[in-house]
Nanobody, 124 residues
Framework: QVQLVESGGGLVQAGGSLRLSCAASRRTFSGYGMGWFRQAPGQEREFVATINWIGTTTYYADSVKGRFTISRDNAKNTAYLQMNSLKPEDTAVYYC?????????????????WGQGTQVTVSS
């Protein structure tokens, strides 16, 4: 099973930016779609963004479209989430996940490996 480690979270003011990274333990990372999810206190985990195995197709939740960008570097076994124009409502623990297959997917049950999460806090 692939192990995933997120980094890059922190405290930022509204309107600021953060870049999250997700490092995978195995080179088989490159053969699978990847996704980012988030969970705010007292709320269910929600989909944020997904990218296919080769990085040619992406899909975003409406709440982050135009502000967040998902990308991947298969040579480095790493996925990224660039977050711009952050809002207080973006505050959550962010998780990266590896999909069961190659395409994009927003369904959490299509993912079989999850990182431990990284906290993102946006102050107003």
């Amino acid at each position: 099973q692939v192990q995933l480690v997120e980094s890059g979270g922190g405290l930022v003011q509204a309107g600021g930016s953060l870049r999250l990274s997700c490092a995978a333990s195995r080179r088989t990372f490159s053969g699978y779609g990847m996704g980012w999810f988030r969970q705010a206190p007292g709320q269910e985990r929600e989909f944020v963004a997904t990218i296919n195995w080769i990085g040619t197709t992406t899909y975003y939740a409406d709440s982050v479209k135009g502000r967040f960008t998902i990308s991947r570097d298969n040579a480095k076994n790493t996925a990224y989430l660039q977050m711009n124009s952050l809002k207080p409502e973006d505050t959550a623990v962010y998780y990266c996940a590896k999909a069961l297959g190659t395409p994009i997917t927003s369904r959490s049950y299509d993912y079989d490996s999850w990182g431990q999460g990284t906290q993102v806090t946006v102050s107003s």
